[in-house]
């Protein structure tokens, strides 16, 4: 139990872009999703905390209006990466819990190349 | 501020036990999450701490103190297949989960 699939797990984009990633929870429902950004050889750092039916909260140095995130359902999250430029490409991976403060489990991870 | 310390690579041979350490500064603890990453991989789950003492899932344990902000995971009967990031993870208000810098555990034949 506890999957969480993200899609697409790659893509290639040229820079001016927009690029949207989705984030389901195929086997339960996730009050709350958790979007993080990874760069090569370094730490999962968290973007945004998104809840279901309500505004994403964003963390410090983190563009809401550039990073689009929005949980519409219990099983889906989006983000999407507006204008994309190649420092925007990365490693996003989503997370989902059941509830506040529970276990989050995460997707597989989408990278992304902006040229 | 935030912060969590834990060494930056580890090696270990096979059959070895490796422990990795972590400190942490931070507001609004709730618990100590560990997760494993594969190269190009995601995350994956191995084990919460929220309350003091050790936790034993299989060959993993980890363990807390929270009066000293301390935690570790050990690791026992070491395999190839372990070589992996080893993150630990501070829980904050609100379910968030701020990650340390990660352990690269190289484990040789």
């Known amino acids: 139990g506890a999957v969480v699939s993200q899609h697409p797990s790659w893509v290639i984009c040229k820079s001016g872009t927009s690029v949207k990633i989705e984030c389901r929870s195929l086997?339960?429902?996730?009050?709350?999703m958790f979007w993080y950004r990874q760069f090569p050889k370094q730490s999962l750092m968290l973007m945004a905390t998104s809840n279901e039916g309500s505004k994403a909260t964003y963390e410090q140095g983190v563009e809401k209006d550039k990073f689009l995130i929005n949980h519409a359902s219990l099983t889906l999250s989006t983000l999407t990466v507006t204008s994309a430029h190649p420092e925007d490409s990365s490693f996003y991976i989503c997370?989902?819990?059941?509830?506040?403060?529970?276990?989050?489990?995460f997707g597989p991870g989408t990278r992304l190349l902006v040229l | 501020g935030q912060s969590l310390e834990q060494p930056s690579e580890v090696t270990a041979v096979e059959g070895a036990i490796v422990q990795i350490n972590c400190t942490y500064q931070t507001s609004g603890f709730y618990g100590l999450s560990w997760y494993q990453q594969h190269d190009g991989g995601a995350p994956t789950f191995l084990s919460y701490n929220a309350l003091d003492g050790l936790e034993e899932t299989g060959r993993f344990s980890s363990f807390l103190s929270r009066s000293d902000s301390y935690g570790y995971l050990l690791l026992q009967e070491l395999q190839m297949k372990d070589s992996a990031s080893y993150f630990c993870?501070?829980?904050?208000?609100?379910?968030?989960?701020?990650f340390g810098q990660g352990t690269e555990l190289s484990v040789k034949p």
């Open positions: 086997d339960f429902q996730a009050t709350t």
């Open positions: 993870a501070v829980n904050n208000q609100g379910g968030k989960l701020i």
């Open positions: 997370s989902a819990s059941i509830a506040v403060k529970e276990t989050q489990y």
